[in-house]
């Protein structure tokens, strides 16, 4: 068994491991499984047969989607933790968690403890053997604890699905393959066990819907929504004319250029998420739902606001240190920032 990658951080030891593992799979085997991924992940699929059915699927999965999934829950678990400034997971578990992106994403948000206290206990529920036993073995090399102690255990994502409580339900890029009506079910089931819920979704139309249904059943349990909206009201979007995605920069490693003839050494994965908490938070005052745009001497920023409004705010130069933190400010960024800009 390999040894943990410490002193990296998860993201770094993420990295380094999926390389090695992609070294051992042949390159035609692993573009044909990936091609068969993606037409699932843009498409339906049964709900009777998992997307990842043995080794091969799991590796191709694992190097070509894991970083990008990772990367989306990392910058909406960091959107929550911004909110919850004061708040760690006392557990996690990860709801069709296949080979553990989200539970990656929580261990570089919130590290184990630095005092030597036991890390927070971690559990991945799939019902893809083969996704929890790469996931498992991924984790085994991991530098945070919680990882390496994690659970994989197997569970239909369905209606049936038990959830013990715990700290944090994580349900990402999963509602999408369940029929609407586990969808709801398993989204009450986060609800019901968790003192915080992250639901993260495809950054498309229809990912978008998914998150509007689970954010008002999450609304309807007695939650505060934390992020990205700054408030609990309804969405301002009107049906069908936009939809609220966001956007995680993501390395693109030699299977993802290889399979989509690119060049470029990186790729943006759109997505769009809620976070959730069943006490007050403190959500921000406004967020950015576009890319900024920077024009002599000003920049304009989209917002979402906690007047339950959408609107276009312009920073001009005169503005002096607002405008210089316009400048540094990236779509899905909150906004004033949380801490007034050195003058």
């Known amino acids: 068994m390999h040894a943990p990658l410490s002193p990296q951080a998860p993201a770094e030891a993420l990295r380094a491991t999926l390389a090695e593992l992609v070294d051992?799979?042949?390159?035609?085997?692993?573009?044909?499984?990936?091609?068969?991924?993606?037409?699932?992940?843009?498409?339906?699929?049964p709900t009777d047969a998992p997307v990842l059915r043995d080794r091969s699927d799991v590796v191709a999965y694992a190097a070509y989607r894991m970083p990008a999934t990772f990367e989306a829950d990392r910058a909406a678990l960091g959107a929550l933790a911004d909110a919850v400034p004061q708040w760690t997971p006392s557990g996690h578990t990860d709801i069709g968690g296949g080979t553990g992106a989200a539970v990656w994403a929580a261990a570089d948000i919130w590290p184990d403890p630095?005092?030597?206290?036991?890390p927070r206990p971690v559990t991945v529920l799939d019902w893809a053997e083969p996704a929890l036993a790469l996931g498992r073995e991924l984790a085994a090399r991991a530098p945070s604890a919680a990882l390496r102690d994690a659970r994989w255990?197997?569970?239909?994502?369905?209606?049936?699905?038990d959830v013990p409580p715990t700290g944090l339900v994580t349900v990402s890029y999963v509602l999408g393959e369940l029929t609407p009506a586990d969808r709801a079910a398993v989204v009450d089931a986060a609800a019901g066990a968790a003192e915080v819920v992250a639901v993260v979704e495809p950054g498309t139309p229809d990912g978008y819907r998914r998150i509007i249904a689970a954010r008002d059943r999450l609304v309807a349990a007695g939650f505060h929504i934390a992020a990205p909206c700054p408030h609990s009201a309804a969405c301002p979007i009107e049906e069908g004319t936009d939809w609220c995605h966001f956007a995680a920069r993501v390395s693109r490693s030699s299977l993802h250029r290889q399979v989509k003839g690119a060049s470029l050494a990186w790729e943006d994965e759109k997505f769009s998420y809620v976070a959730a908490t069943r006490f007050r938070p403190a959500p921000a005052t406004a967020r950015v739902v576009r890319r900024p745009q920077t024009r002599k001497g000003?920049?304009?920023l989209d917002l979402c606001r906690d007047t339950e409004e959408l609107s276009r705010e312009t920073v001009t130069k005169r503005q002096g240190p607002?405008?210089?933190?316009?400048?540094d400010t990236a779509w899905g960024d909150p906004w004033p920032p949380r801490e007034d800009p050195a003058p």
């Open 114 to 118: 630095a005092d030597g206290a036991a």
């Open 24 to 45: 051992g799979l042949p390159p035609r085997q692993a573009a044909q499984a990936t091609a068969r991924l993606i037409a699932n992940y843009r498409g339906a699929t």
């Open 298 to 300: 000003q920049v304009l």
């Open 322 to 327: 607002l405008y210089r933190a316009a400048r």
């Open 153 to 161: 255990r197997r569970a239909r994502i369905d209606a049936a699905l």
